[in-house]
């Protein structure tokens, strides 16, 4: 999946999102008018703050603007008795409410409740009638919001791509970093693979998130843990690339780490719990310990460098394997 298909597959999700909102947004009109409900325009406008992208995205927001609604009738109710159906009622009103909503963290339900409460000001009537009304229009708007959106799918196959992509940008450092390694001269060899990378992985993590939302019940995290995982190696891996820009000598161990750099490319797959890897990394770091002293100043400090980037390879190692046997243990616990 390249950056063309990547943005095509934006603006064709766009296209659905704006066809949904139209959609929802008529057929909430379309039912406060055979409700012959007042202002039926204001549920197509519900509707239409209420559609987000994910359904628990959407649920949550309907309750919270439901819960808000209750208490915006309080407020309103309040105003209005004790100050009459003014401007400064309605201000006063809204002073209240939004700074609730703010502390609430109820933001989105600002203007959508206001809206309502605006309808008992134009009107100039707090009637029983009107509460029904506008109750109506909340319930007509949220409930085509919700259901609008209750196709939405996890996108598996997506987010297998995705990561897959990852995985082969993350292998394709490895190789670089093999080959630089055993060269003196570092000119050319840049850090711009990880501006590609992080890309990558945040294309990879909006999926996964978006997933996430799209699972109302038996939710796992298993897509976002695993690219936090990548994430988390790309950090250890950029700083691996800072220790081989420092080396100017080169030891004869070099070309060891170089082997296995490769190694781990040979065997880097998505349910390889690196077990094997990390044994043979610590016979290295073993040997390295056994091995005679450095005879120079400049072989000294290439070592040291080398010993450093063993142990940020140990990291990036058990990365991967502690997310494996997490997951492991959690499938057995669910049997």
């Known amino acids: 999946m390249n ?3 990547v943005k095509e597959r934006k603006s064709r999700e766009n296209l659905t999102k704006a066809l949904k909102i139209a959609i929802a947004a008529v057929l909430s009109i379309a039912a406060a008018n055979m409700l012959e409900l007042a202002n039926p325009v204001t549920a197509g406008i ?3 703050l209420s559609i987000q992208n994910t359904k628990r995205e959407t649920l949550k927001t309907a309750a919270n603007r439901a819960i ?3 208490c915006a009738l309080l407020l309103a109710s309040i105003c209005y008795k004790t100050l009459g159906f003014t401007i400064l009622a309605f201000s006063i009103y809204l002073f209240f409410f939004s700074l609730l909503c703010l502390s609430a963290r ?6 959508m409740n206001s809206v309502l409460m605006s309808h008992f000001l134009s009107a100039k009537s ?7 009304n506008e109750l109506m229009l909340l319930i007509i708007g949220i409930f085509f919001g919700i259901l609008i959106n209750l196709h939405l799918r996890r996108k598996e196959e997506e987010f297998e791509i995705l990561s897959s992509i990852v995985d082969e940008e993350i292998k394709e450092i490895l190789r670089r970093m093999s080959q630089k390694l055993c060269e003196e001269d570092k000119q050319g060899y840049n850090d ?3 501006m590609r990378l992080e890309g990558k992985i945040e294309n990879a993590k909006e999926c996964a998130l978006k997933n996430y939302n799209n699972t109302l019940r038996n939710v796992s995290a298993y897509e976002l843990d695993y690219i936090k995982m990548r994430e988390n190696q790309s950090r250890v891996l950029k700083n691996i690339y800072q220790s081989i820009i420092m080396i100017k000598k080169l030891p004869r161990q070099t070309g060891d780490i170089s082997e296995f750099l490769n190694h781990i490319v040979s065997q880097y797959h998505r349910d390889n719990d690196v077990s094997e890897l990390l044994q043979e990394l610590e016979e290295m770091l073993e040997n390295v310990k056994h091995q005679e002293l450095p005879q120079s100043r400049g072989e000294f400090e290439a070592r040291a460098i080398l010993f450093y980037i063993l142990k940020q390879l140990e990291d990036f190692l058990r990365l991967k394997n502690q997310f494996i046997v997490s997951y492991r243990v959690s499938a057995k616990t669910s049997i």
């Open 3 to 5: 950056k063309i298909s």
């Open 46 to 48: 519900i509707t239409v």
């Open 68 to 70: 808000a609604f209750v």
């Open 106 to 111: 109820w933001g989105e339900a600002i203007v």
């Open 126 to 132: 707090f009637s029983p009638e009107m509460v029904f």
């Open 192 to 194: 711009n693979c990880f």
